[in-house]
């Protein structure tokens, strides 16, 4: 079973910066993509941004274009998430989440829950005025 484990979280103030960490326990090319998801209580599950692992195709929510940015290392698999500028609005539990069955290739999974088959436990993000 794939082991997907986050780190990184914590409290920052508005405007400030965190980089998440996401490591999966699994051989690169069993990996189709990778991406992180936030969920906060009054939500549901929503997608932030997604990293194709074959030829690193990068998609991103329209909140946070411009101020995110995920990015890998190939040879940890890793996939991180560093995000600048940070707002009120961007607290919440972060996931990892990885595609090991290639479903993020069909239709618009790569940014839906659905295309991912691994998830991780998650790290809290919080940002204070």
């Known amino acids: 079973q794939v082991q997907v484990v986050e780190s990184g979280g914590g409290l920052v103030q508005a405007g400030g910066s965190l980089r998440l960490s996401c490591a999966a326990s699994?051989?690169?090319?069993?990996?189709?993509?990778m991406a992180w998801f936030r969920q906060t209580p009054e939500k549901e599950r929503l997608f932030v941004a997604a990293?194709?692992?074959?030829?690193?195709?990068?998609f991103y929510a329209d909140s946070v274009k411009g101020r995110f940015s995920i990015s890998r290392d190939d040879a940890e698999n890793t996939v991180y998430l560093q995000m600048n500028g940070l707002k009120v609005e961007d607290a919440a539990v972060y996931h990892c989440?990885?595609?090991?069955?290639?479903?993020?290739?069909?239709?618009?999974?790569?940014?839906?829950?659905?295309?991912?088959?691994?998830w991780g436990q998650g790290t809290q993000v919080t940002v204070s005025l």
């Open positions: 989440a990885a595609d090991t069955r290639r479903s993020t290739y069909s239709g618009d999974n790569v940014f839906n829950s659905i295309g991912y088959d691994s």
């Open positions: 699994i051989r690169s090319f069993s990996l189709y993509a």
């Open positions: 990293l194709t692992w074959m030829d690193g195709i990068t």
